[in-house]
């Protein structure tokens, strides 16, 4: 038996062994051309001029500020002195062991030797390595950075509950300047907290021109029927009804209660400046306060809207899923060569709806989410369009397909039975339609749900609207939540879509 | 019964099927058409109740020419005429009694059968017809959950519903088994010889043709070759056989004794 060969009988060289070495010195890959080996040579050829060019490239970017080229190849070596010196070694190798391909390939007439194609791949990934900004060494370095969000959105659940508190507090007037009646001392209620100042009146700190703080009055403040052990923090209200925390030495001020309950301590007058136009007596206020978690336990506003977002992501899902089978279908009728090669015209509406179908769907539903965000405003029912328009296309091919192949044999016995259309239709294409519509819905169903968490980042409603947001304010508890819930969903519909396809098919 | 006067058929693509193919059945036969694959065997059949268009010619049922009927008319008379398939055209997902149901449609409201409701007599029917071929249990089973020999049963089942004056057989036992071939012929058969249905059957195994026909034609590329009664058939020999299929023919052993193969649940 005859060898079956696919390779084709090397041409004859047009040049000598060593000339062929010589000229693929001074051109790189003519002396494998002019070999006989065009394929070859042109490869080499091809290679050798995309890495020197990307070289080039490379080097410009490097040091793009220096007036000419060998300014911009010294400042680029001292920047990156090993990328390029490799690169530089790779090419010399390469343009030496061409030559002596070369060579070997016309004397020897050998199949080819690939060692030339491995320094041409290892050019390109070493070119690669620094166009992709691959930094192995950070990668390991900078590894302990990952760990704070990663943690925090692989286990971000503290952030889903909140504590309920209870505060309680009591408060006391105090008058600026001492000029007039200063308020009396608050009236105490057994077993309700109670807090005194001594004096009631004084003066607030002021700033000399220099910013500097003048101190103001010491008061005393005396406090009874706290909690015992707790840390109280202070409050200061102004005339006005603002109220602020008052610092000394740059700490908030804050006492910690003995075991009865009670504090006494000394806080000098905050400083806050009164409006001119203040008339009468300066009424402020001081007050202390203890806040306490009461062990009552209640979803975090993260949850809540995560949990929201997720329900408007399904249902944005189902809706474009719903509104994509409503229009596939006929169209889907249009797309199937068996029911569409009647006539020229039917096959070319065939072919312009195929061709729509495709176009429709080559585009991402994240482009038609940028589209429909213009068109209708941000919000589930830009995200719901984008997916609709996906659907419809991704639909109407598979429902065209499971059209094309159906079995005439069931339509042919039921027409022979004496059914009319309509009847025919009914008992042997619809049973044959119905497993494969219901499987590819379910399976659109599936992919919607999984997109329209992706549709939010652009603006399209959902949760991925949340989450993009939570990601931009650093905060990747709440991101975490998000994540968590889209897996969830994800996980059960993929486990649901399966088990319904399975049933019907 | 029927009558068929210079049949002609000639597809898009130019193909000659059938070309020019006259023939008589009379009530009560089993008639059978023998002829290699591609000799024209199921397009004849096809255009008896008109699946496929027939060119050219006259096919009287009971003074009706067939290609000149209406579409109403048509449904009448197809619904006269049952027809079984070598590969059972079952609706594979629908069950077995919807699909021996199916075989009801010409005759009950289009409307209501659309939604599947049939009359309760149908129902009773079909289970009758089912219990004849011997696969009640299988009622409510999906018709694809069947074996090759039950699908086939099936298909009898649903052709006996249409109460047919006529089968037509396509290659009945083409695709099932040999042992299994006599089970469904025997059905024929019986339906021929009980209920007095004319069967008109295509078939490949000249054992077959020798034990079940009552009469023959023999079809080439188109043309009637061969017309036979039951005693001509019986002393038909191996030469005469491959006459009409041609040198590659054998004459292939269908009995239950000669072929061990598995038997059909």
Avoid at chain 1, 130 to 140: A, E, G, P
Avoid at chain 1, 268 to 288: E, F, K, N, T
Avoid at chain 1, 390 to 409: M, Q, R, T
Avoid at chain 2, 194 to 200: M, N, Q, R
């Amino acid at each position: 038996m005859a060898e079956i060969t696919r390779e084709k009988k090397p041409l004859k060289s047009l040049v000598p062994a060593p000339a062929a070495g010589i000229i693929s010195l001074i051109v790189p890959g003519l002396g494998q051309v002019l070999g006989g080996k065009v394929q070859r040579g042109l490869i080499l050829l091809g290679s050798f001029i995309s890495i020197i060019g990307l070289l080039g490239w490379r080097i410009h970017t490097l040091a793009h500020r220096e007036p000419d080229a060998w300014a911009k190849f010294v400042k680029a070596l001292d920047r990156r002195p090993v990328f390029i010196l490799v690169v530089l070694l790779f090419i010399v190798f390469l343009w030496l062991w061409n030559a002596r391909d070369a060579y070997k390939q016309v004397k020897e007439k050998k199949r080819g030797n690939p060692i030339v194609f491995v320094i041409i791949l290892a050019a390109f990934f070493t070119l690669g390595l620094q166009i992709s900004q691959v930094d192995i060494v950070k990668m390991f370095v900078e590894l302990p950075d990952a760990w704070p969000p990663l943690s925090r959105v692989l286990w971000p659940w503290e952030a889903a509950i909140t504590h309920e508190t209870d505060e309680i507090g009591a408060s006391a007037e105090i008058l600026i300047g001492c000029d007039n009646t200063p308020p009396a001392i608050p009236v105490e209620v057994e077993g309700e907290p109670y807090i005194m100042a001594d004096p009631t009146c004084g003066e607030l700190s002021t700033l000399d021109e220099n910013n500097k703080v003048i101190k103001g009055s010491t008061i005393t403040l005396t406090g009874r029927g706290f909690a015992p052990d707790t840390e109280t923090l202070i409050f200061w209200q102004d005339s006005l009804g603002n109220e602020f925390r008052p610092r000394q030495d740059g700490k908030y001020v804050s006492v910690m209660t003995d075991s009865k309950g009670e504090f006494i301590f000394d806080l000098v007058m905050p400083y806050r400046l009164i409006p001119p136009s203040a008339r009468g007596d300066q009424i402020h206020q001081v007050s202390a306060r203890q806040v306490t978690e009461t062990g009552v336990i209640s979803a975090s506003d993260p949850l809540k809207l995560t949990i929201g977002r997720m329900i408007e992501t399904i249902f944005m899902g189902m809706m474009a899923t719903f509104f994509g089978i409503i229009f596939s279908i006929p169209i889907s009728f249009l797309a199937a060569r068996n029911l569409m090669s009647g006539s020229w015209l039917t096959m070319t509406i065939y072919f312009v709806t195929r061709t729509i179908l495709n176009i429709v769907r080559s585009i991402e539903p994240l482009i038609w989410a940028l589209i429909a965000v213009v068109w209708v405003g941000l919000g589930p029912f830009a995200g719901i369009i984008a997916l609709t328009l996906h659907s419809v296309a991704a639909l109407g091919k598979l429902y065209s397909e499971a059209i094309e192949s159906i079995d005439p044999g069931p339509i042919e016995a039921i027409q022979a039975t004496g059914a009319n259309k309509l009847q025919t239709i009914m008992f042997a294409v619809v049973p044959q339609m119905i497993p494969p519509f219901v499987s590819f819905s379910i399976y659109r169903w599936d992919i919607n749900v999984r997109m329209s968490t992706v549709i939010g980042l652009v603006g399209g409603g959902g949760i991925g609207f949340l989450l993009v947001q939570y990601i931009r304010l650093l905060d990747y508890k709440a991101a975490g939540i998000a994540v968590w819930f889209i897996a969830i969903t994800v996980a059960i519909l993929d486990y649901v879509s399966s088990e319904i396809r399975n049933r019907f098919v | 019964m029927l009558e068929i006067k210079n049949l002609k058929k000639i597809y898009d693509d130019g193909t000659e099927a059938l070309k020019d193919v006259s023939f008589d059945v009379e009530e009560g036969e089993f008639l059978v058409v023998i002829g290699l694959s591609g000799s024209g065997k199921s397009t004849l059949l096809r255009c008896i109740n008109r699946l496929i268009e027939p060119t050219e010619g006259k096919i009287i049922w009971n003074g009706r020419n067939i290609p000149e009927a209406e579409p109403a008319e048509l449904r009448n008379i197809r619904r006269q005429i049952g027809m079984i398939f070598q590969h059972f055209n079952l609706v594979k997902r629908s069950s077995v009694l919807t699909n021996v149901l199916s075989g009801r449609l010409g005759y009950v409201n289009p409307w209501s059968s659309v939604l599947h409701r049939f009359p309760e007599s149908d129902r009773k029917q079909a289970m009758a017809a089912l219990e004849r071929v011997g696969i009640t249990d299988q009622a409510n089973k999906r018709a694809d959950e069947l074996s090759g020999g039950q699908q086939q049963r099936v298909g009898i089942a649903r052709a006996l519903m249409q109460d047919p004056k006529m089968i037509l057989a396509d290659e009945p036992v083409a695709s099932l088994d040999p042992v299994l071939a006599h089970t469904i012929l025997g059905y024929l058969e019986q339906m021929n010889q009980e209920l007095g249905i004319t069967v008109i059957c295509s078939l490949h195994y000249l054992d077959l043709v020798q034990r079940y026909a009552t009469r023959v034609i023999g079809l080439r590329d188109g043309n009637i070759v061969y017309r036979g009664t039951q005693e001509d058939i019986n002393r038909m020999t191996d030469e005469e056989f491959k006459e009409i299929y041609g040198e590659e023919a054998e004459r292939v052993s269908a009995g239950p004794k000669a072929k061990e193969g598995t038997a059909d649940g």
